[in-house]
């Protein structure tokens, strides 16, 4: 019986979350909650838990305890393909798209849940069912297409892009769910630093111009301080701190966890 | 030619014959189906509805193996279901053969959804192993179910009528045939560009991400095998009322095999790839009977060694095509198209 206020005001909450591989303890009572609105990003060393959380958000994983409750709701309990339709978008570490599929195929396809035409409707192809078609492909077309600037590439096969854009292919098929909340597993991975740039102006007028509440994992710390507005830190499946970036980067514990004991004194120059 | 595509609204861009130049080449080719039964000889015309039952099966089959990525090594048993069904409504139960060609489809659709079940949990060969297990059910059942199907002796089944009109020739069955054609690929050519066709892809290539983005993975797999079953059972009833007698000999488990190869020759994941393996598969056996027997005939050659020799050219003629266009018939058509397009230049 906590302070009822502060959990009526989280639009995503995990409450003490244990999750296990054998012996190894991926997540060990992992507690956090995500306001409407916010961005919200998760960071730690390698192996801290934090795709682990995610996965567990999304029902990938199925947390041994504990409770995920998304808009009063407890979700651990439901089947995977259900969370698209509560609106949880998400993207992944590695890029999960469909190779063979085209740019804009792939993003249709995230509208899955959100259209209706069936086996019947959709092989004839005609009235509801191609208005339908046509009125989504409109909303992709000038919503996200333009949004994402990747105007040029939408007919081309996936597996042919660089792997900058596909990153934003997948995040334009996540928008493409129409989502409450955006789960991006390290959005900024392996781009430059023009790309990275792009990508947090991308997050950022995704949270602003749609209203989207933003979960975020990445390992690049400038784009994590920039744009987060709490940030929450694993460290061997434990939280070890949450709070605004300017508390977090003086947080002693966090610096430990990340450079080791002895580097400490050292990043505080640094910083 | 062409330099570029131009489209001012998006109905135009998602429209599947592009130009008018593409049009009016279908339109010529159309026109060509029409009158080809007036001009070609009865084995031709028996040829060509052999093929359009190929090319409805195949294209079911490519729904469900070359779009879902589920292995089918049974789909002679759900054409067999199709056409036994179509047999016993037709002959018992005084059904008109226009109720029950869609009702032999629904039965074949039925027996596809009770195979598909073990598709959620076992995936590639394990399935196919289970499909395949499918296949030598159904045809003990053919030939054992006889107070049904009369076992080996098979059922008689009428000819298709149009109130006096009867479809027994092969020059009526065809425009029959055409129609259901032209109907089965274009319901597939659809239904693989909206909603559930895009579901089904989506399985083949990451089923799990498919479930992240909210695709129920049973469902759909099991709407795939239904629907693929459906072809299979429509394109097995056309089959018997054309050839106006049914038995286990003619769902033969090479007959599955036959399938699945014209769904791989033509192209995985490509309705027009499986009307050109299909059309493939019928007709080159036939070209090759014809010409081996021209061969042996000319030249006294011995035709025992000679006329099975026509298998091997087959087999090999497969293996080159796999070898040097593993994408399929439809990609080498693909490629013809490319070149045309900007022919006579270079780039």
Not at chain 1, 156 to 167: A, M, N, S
């Amino acid at each position: 019986m906590k302070d009822h206020k502060e959990q009526e005001a989280y639009q995503l909450e995990v409450r003490d979350v244990h999750l296990s591989f054998g012996g190894l303890k991926a997540l060990n009572g992992v507690s956090t909650g995500v306001k409407r609105g916010e961005i919200f990003s998760i960071i730690g060393p390698n192996g801290a838990g934090k795709t682990c959380l995610l996965n567990c958000i999304n029902r990938f994983y199925r947390p041994e305890k504990g409770r995920i409750m998304f808009e009063g709701r407890d979700i651990s309990r439901l089947k995977v393909h259900k969370i698209a339709a509560l609106g949880v978008a998400r993207t992944f570490q590695n890029v999960e798209l469909f190779g063979h599929m085209t740019v804009l195929d792939n993003i249709r396809l995230g509208g899955h849940v959100h259209l209706k035409s069936g086996s019947i409707a959709g092989g004839i192809y005609f009235g509801k069912a191609r208005n339908e078609e046509m009125a989504f492909r409109r909303h992709i077309e000038e919503r996200i297409i333009d949004l994402l600037e990747i105007e040029q590439i939408r007919k081309k096969t996936v597996h042919t892009l660089p792997y900058g854009l596909q990153k934003r292919v997948e995040l334009a098929r996540a928008l493409a769910m129409k989502p409450k909340i955006l789960l991006l597993d390290e959005p900024a991975t392996g781009m430059n630093l023009e790309e990275t740039e792009d990508m947090a102006r991308f997050i950022l007028d995704i949270n602003e111009e749609w209203g989207v509440t933003i979960v975020l994992i990445e390992h690049d710390m400038g784009v994590v301080m920039d744009i987060s507005d709490r940030v929450c830190v694993l460290d061997f499946g434990q939280k070890i701190a949450e709070g605004k970036p300017r508390e977090i980067r003086h947080n002693e514990q966090v610096i430990k966890a990340y450079l080791g004991e002895e580097d400490l004194a050292y990043s505080r120059l640094g910083a | 030619m062409r330099c570029g595509d131009f489209k001012e609204n998006y109905i135009k861009d998602e429209e599947i014959f592009q130009s008018l130049f593409v049009k009016f080449w279908l339109g010529l080719f159309l026109a060509f189906l029409l009158i080809f039964p007036f001009i070609a000889n009865p084995y031709a015309l028996y040829v060509s509805n052999m093929i359009g039952f190929a090319v409805i099966a195949a294209v079911g089959l490519n729904l469900l193996t070359g779009f879902t990525g589920q292995i089918s090594l049974g789909h002679a048993a759900f054409a067999g279901v199709g056409g036994y069904t179509a047999a016993v409504l037709i002959t018992r139960f005084d059904f008109s053969f226009w109720l029950a060609l869609p009702c032999a489809g629904v039965v074949a659709a039925l027996a596809g959804l009770v195979i598909g079940i073990p598709s959620l949990r076992v995936k590639g060969l394990y399935l196919c192993i289970a499909t395949l297990a499918a296949q030598f059910i159904f045809e003990f059942i053919f030939i054992h179910w006889e107070s049904i199907t009369h076992g080996v002796r098979g059922i008689n089944v009428p000819p298709p009528r149009i109130g006096s009109f009867l479809l027994n020739t092969e020059k009526r069955f065809y425009f029959l045939t055409l129609f259901m054609v032209i109907l089965a690929v274009g319901y597939a050519r659809n239904l693989v560009r909206t909603r559930v066709g895009r579901a089904f892809v989506a399985i083949r290539d990451r089923d799990l991400a498919a479930e992240i983005i909210g695709i129920n993975l049973f469902r759909y797999k099991l709407t795939s095998f239904a629907i693929s079953s459906f072809y299979a059972g429509v394109a097995g009833a056309l089959w018997v009322s054309f050839i106006r007698i049914v038995t286990p000999e003619h769902f033969p488990f090479h007959l599955s095999i036959q399938y699945l190869a014209m769904v791989i020759v033509g192209g995985l994941g490509s309705v027009l790839g499986s009307v050109f393996g299909a059309i493939f598969m019928t007709l080159v056996p036939e070209i090759l009977n014809v010409l081996s027997g021209a061969l042996v005939e000319s030249f006294k050659l011995s035709s025992q060694v000679f006329i099975p020799l026509k298998e091997v050219v087959f087999g090999s003629l497969i293996v080159v095509f796999l070898i040097f266009e593993p994408l399929g018939l439809a990609e080498i058509w693909r490629r013809v198209k490319a070149f045309f397009l900007l022919w006579p230049f270079s780039y």
